[in-house]
């Protein structure tokens, strides 16, 4: 549990993590624990699933879009239906959120920011805009970013 890692301060050289960060319920404590146990200097490379993604919700249908099967699942039902429920744990967290989390942490700074995949443009209709109006299309359509960090 990167929460609570029994990993002496200041020991690693490089943390890596891919696709976990969205499954984590307190991120601000695993973003303390990664500086904690990194030497200084030492980089960490976290890959994030953006839960507004179209694959966010972890259906399994999109996690490969257009290769599976989708049924009766429908884009961004993890967004549009309030009674959804995840298949496992999701924090929900918004790229946003994981911005302000990682640039708030204490000896940890931020190398490079990147987006890693994007999803779904074409299934993002005029429909499913007018009901996230909360979201842009960059954010519903961005599946992964790409955080590097260093321990300061």
Do not use: M
Request: aromatic share 8%.
């Amino acid at each position: 549990d990167v929460r609570s890692a029994s990993i002496p301060d200041g020991s690693v050289d490089v943390v890596h993590s891919n696709a976990t960060w969205e499954h984590i319920p307190d991120v601000a404590e695993a973003n303390r624990q990664v500086a904690r146990v990194l030497k200084p200097g030492g980089l960490a490379y976290i890959e994030i699933h953006l839960f507004p993604s179209l694959s966010g919700g972890h259906d399994l249908p999109w996690i490969v879009p257009g290769r599976t099967e989708l049924g009766d699942v429908v884009p961004w039902q993890h967004l549009r239906n309030p009674d959804w429920q995840a298949p496992v744990f999701l924090n929900r967290l918004r790229e946003r959120d994981y911005d302000r989390l990682f640039r708030s942490t204490p000896n940890l700074e931020i190398v490079e920011w990147r987006t890693e995949y994007v999803e779904g443009r074409q299934l993002l209709t005029k429909e499913i805009c007018a009901a996230l109006p909360d979201y842009s299309d960059e954010e519903l359509t961005k599946r992964s970013i790409i955080v590097v960090a260093r321990r300061v």
